[in-house]
């Protein structure tokens, strides 16, 4: 079946890129996704990217898409300690909108 | 407002006891859907709907039980059989499309087995 996977934890200081890595196994995905969790909250959508593109840059953001290797980065530039957070990654099963998420990775910035 | 409503945020559950959760929308989504978090594990599907009367289950469905009677509601039942229900619970919404599944959250209930 499908199978998304994020690491757990990165830490980096504010100022600093963050680099947020994700492999996943169902190269039929149309769309992937991130999403954005604060404590004890839901999660909100970042941003998106079409499975025919390589790169989406918004704001701060960029995607970056490797279809090859199954394999989605979500850069942050400039991090804040605002953007602490849990980031899913995650990719629909094109069955009825179902999202398949990874264990999410916990954003740690330290000023 | 737009968005999806969870109620109670907070819930204490004694052991042998069923318990529903809430989840409204005012989205005019067709699909909606419940995940439960736990940490380091991501979200697991529990069930979902992508129309009225209609629904599916997902990866973890044993122990919990749903109703679609309404496009607006999507109630989940904790059940006694769920052996370990103490977690985080999602619910989320769709516009119901194949393509672009975009989902939108409710803001979860924490259930706390006491």
């Known amino acids: 079946g499908e199978d998304v996977e994020q690491s757990l934890f990165l830490s980096v200081r504010e100022g600093d890129s963050s680099v947020i890595n994700c492999t996943y196994t169902d190269s039929s995905s149309t769309y992937l996704y991130w999403y954005k969790q604060e404590p004890g909250a839901g999660l909100q959508l970042l941003t998106y990217?079409?499975?025919?593109?390589d790169m989406k840059q918004d704001q701060r953001l960029t995607v970056l898409l490797n279809k090859k290797d199954k394999h989605l980065s979500l850069r942050i530039a400039d991090t804040q300690t605002g953007d602490s957070a849990i980031y899913f990654c995650a990719e629909s099963d094109n069955q009825g909108g179902k999202l398949i998420f990874g264990q999410g990775t916990e954003l740690s910035v330290k000023p | 407002d737009g968005g999806i409503t969870q109620s109670p945020k907070y819930l204490f559950r004694k052991e042998g006891q069923n318990v529903t959760l809430s989840c409204e929308q005012n989205?005019?989504?067709?699909?909606m859907y419940w995940y439960r978090q736990d940490p380091g594990q991501g979200l697991r599907l529990i069930y979902y709907?992508?129309?009225?009367?209609?629904?599916q289950k997902g990866d973890i469905a044993e122990g919990y039980s749903v109703s679609r009677e309404k496009k607006e509601s999507f109630p989940l039942t904790v059940t006694s059989a769920q052996k370990n229900p103490t977690a985080f619970y999602l619910c989320?919404?769709?516009?119901?499309?194949?393509?672009?599944?975009?989902?939108?959250f409710g803001q979860g209930t924490r259930l706390t087995v006491v």
């Open positions: 990217i079409f499975s025919n593109m």
């Open positions: 989205l005019n989504h067709d699909a």
């Open positions: 709907s992508q129309i009225v009367n209609d629904f």
């Open positions: 989320a919404t769709n516009n119901g499309g194949t393509l672009n599944t975009e989902a939108f």
